[in-house]
């Protein structure tokens, strides 16, 4: 059965940081791509971030560049999203995503990440 889980999100102020993770299981981790998504109330679901493999190539949005941080561990099955100078506009619910190439794509229940003073 395959798993993600969440977890990390709440009630932060403008300025300050979160750190999400995703614990995996039910299928061969190491084969995947992993990522970050984010909806907003009334937005489309968007890329945050993903990486491939542990210190290799990542990709993120332009909007959190400079300011998140995408990685993983393999041994552990986890994928963490380290989220500094948090914005107002980042406030959304994160989703945790696994690829494999165009055949298989799961999705993690979300977590609310709300940015306000």
């Known amino acids: 059965q395959v798993q993600l889980v969440e977890s990390g999100g709440g009630l932060v102020q403008p300025g300050g940081s979160l750190t999400l993770s995703c614990a995996a299981s039910g299928f061969p981790f190491s084969d995947y791509v992993m990522g970050w998504y984010r909806q907003a109330p009334g937005k489309e679901r968007e890329l945050v971030a993903a990486?491939?493999?542990?210190?290799?190539?990542?990709d993120y949005a332009r909007s959190v560049k400079g300011r998140f941080f995408i990685s993983r561990d393999n041994a552990k099955n986890t994928v963490t999203l380290q989220m500094n100078s948090l914005k107002p506009e980042d406030t959304a619910v994160y989703y945790c995503?696994?690829?494999?190439?165009?055949?298989?794509?799961?999705w993690g229940q979300g977590t609310q990440v709300t940015v306000s003073s």
């Open positions: 990486i491939l493999r542990p210190g290799g190539q990542t």
């Open positions: 995503n696994a690829k494999f190439l165009t055949i298989r794509d799961y």
